[in-house]
């Protein structure tokens, strides 16, 4: 007998880009095959055809919901029109979350001013449209919180591929965020992102591939896709103290919970 096969629901997938155009059917055939039932495709990645490919994947398979918006390293590209696509699509009932937005001082692909002005916008058309709103914050964990703690920001949201300190962690908690964890919480180096884990309360925790970026171990370097998520949330598991299938049962219901899915 094998043992009851577990559900996972990747929270923060780009299935939409180029690097599955070879073969997206099989990848989401083995996210199938491997539990990982449902997915959020993020429609944020170099230009506005990343956020019409995620509604488009999202209005044919009832598994998948997407998001919009722009990617902090491309806000510096963005046009009134580019502007305007996210107002039309950020109502579509398929979309159900604005991101990922945020502020990125790492990279500074773009200037931190503009990343901040963008990042506000978008804060605001989470709240028009009433959506969560998914969170993409390196190196800029202080700006971000001050930007989030503001009172007209939408008061649900993640902190996606949660990088910063155990600290920082809880005090998104203490915000109302959510935050997940991607393939890095299982690389050898990342005691630290370890210990963020254990400062997340476990209805708050969720858990993303961020692929095709961040393969867990023992996929690390390879092209990541949602099967993998499982690698991930063994790690998670382990550090948080429960056994797999309560981690799996509590962070597809956190993910459920947060983009407002029943
Ligand atoms: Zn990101
Ligand atoms: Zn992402």
């Not at 495709?41 to 209005?59: F, K, M, Y």
């Not at 503009?114 to 709103?133: E, W």
């Not at 993303?208 to 949330?233: F, I, Q, S, W």
């Amino acid at each position: 007998m094998t043992a009851a096969p577990i559900e996972l629901f990747d929270s923060h997938a780009h299935v939409d880009g180029p690097e599955f155009d070879g073969d997206r059917e099989a990848v989401l055939a083995r996210a199938r095959a491997a539990g990982v039932r449902r997915m959020v495709v993020i429609g944020a990645v170099g230009d506005t055809t990343s956020a019409e490919r995620a509604v488009a994947l999202a209005e044919r398979d009832p598994d998948i919901w997407a998001t919009v918006a722009t990617h902090p390293h491309d806000v510096e590209k963005m046009t009134p029109a580019w502007w305007a696509l996210h107002e039309r699509l950020a109502p579509h009932p398929r979309v159900v979350a604005i991101g990922e937005t945020g502020l990125d001082y790492y990279y500074d692909h773009s200037p931190r001013e503009l990343q901040q002005v963008a990042f506000r916008r978008f804060l605001a058309l989470a709240t028009a449209v009433d959506k969560p709103v998914v969170c993409h914050i390196r190196d800029a964990h202080e700006d971000a919180r001050a930007i989030l703690a503001e009172a007209c920001g939408p008061r649900r949201g993640i902190i996606h591929c949660f990088t910063g300190t155990p600290d920082d962690a809880a005090a998104y908690v203490e915000l109302g965020f959510h935050v997940s964890f991607s393939g890095i919480v299982t690389y050898k180096t990342a005691q630290a992102i370890r210990d963020a884990v254990r400062r997340v309360p476990l209805d708050r925790l969720l858990i993303e591939t961020d692929c095709p970026y961040l393969a867990p171990v023992p996929m690390r370097g390879k092209r990541n896709e949602p099967a993998y998520v499982v690698h991930t949330a063994a790690v998670v598991a382990e550090v948080a103290g429960v056994p797999l299938t309560e981690l799996a049962a509590r962070t597809v219901a956190n993910t459920c919970a947060v983009f407002g899915l029943t």
